[in-house]
């Protein structure tokens, strides 16, 4: 159990880093979307995210961002 | 003991995972030595599915850059990080803060929904915090 967890985590790491490197690519198809992404792939896109949740089963486990060109600082 | 985080962008995050009787899942937290809690925000409220109901009201204010927002708390939340060979696991009242989102213009709520949740000083200070971005390392250590 704890080790399946622990590879859950790594599971997510890997799909939000994934994420972030292939961000140019994913804006050009997903811009101003949330997407859910599983296993280094996008499983669901839309651009209002209650949609977007009801698309994708388990959602608490799912990375799940926000896709934008818009910059924005954050000093928090 | 040692975590290891990512560095998104030039930030540094690490991976959770959070239990409570009302919800569980996976959560990216930014590391923010100037947060003194671990604090949720909107987003990862509604991705987690969090009601209303497991939110109670928070004595204390909570305020940040930008103007103040609703605080609440949800009671003994399991925390689970992993390390290589172990794992941290820890139970603590974790903060919630939201804003309020149905006033506010749709713009302004997508850049509220991009607000990371932090990882704030109430766990990182159980740990040595190392977080050298021209390395690409970042880490949780003891």
């Not at chain 1, 050009?28 to 009801?54: G, M, R, T, Y």
């Not at chain 2, 009201?57 to 399991?78: A, M, N, T, W, Y």
């Not at chain 2, 971005?133 to 970042?138: I, R």
Request: charged share 25%; with cysteine.
């Amino acid at each position: 159990m704890e080790e399946q967890l622990t590879d859950q985590l790594r599971s997510f790491e890997t799909d939000y880093v994934w994420v972030n490197e292939n961000k140019d690519a994913l804006l050009k198809e997903f811009n101003d979307q949330w997407i859910a992404v599983k296993d280094k792939k996008v499983i669901a896109s839309d651009p209002d995210l209650n949609l977007l949740l009801s698309k994708v089963s388990d959602p608490s486990h799912t990375y799940i961002e926000f896709m934008t060109s818009e910059p924005l600082e954050m000093i928090l | 003991m040692i975590i290891r985080g990512r560095f998104i962008g030039n930030a540094p995050y690490f991976s959770v995972y959070l239990k409570s009787t009302g919800f569980e899942g996976f959560v990216r937290l930014l590391a923010d030595t100037g947060a003194s809690r671990t604090t949720l925000l909107d987003r990862d409220v509604m991705l987690l599915g969090i009601e209303d109901s497991y939110l109670e009201p928070s004595s204390l204010p909570i305020v940040g850059i930008g103007g103040s927002v609703r605080s609440f708390l949800i009671k003994d939340v399991e925390f689970i990080m992993g390390s290589e060979n172990d794992q941290f696991v820890h139970k603590q009242d974790l903060w919630v803060a939201q804003h309020d989102l149905i006033e506010l213009p749709p713009d302004e709520v997508s850049r509220i929904m991009r607000i990371p949740s932090v990882l704030g000083r109430d766990i990182m200070n159980r740990f040595r915090f190392l977080c050298d971005y021209q390395s690409g390392v970042v880490r949780l250590e003891r």
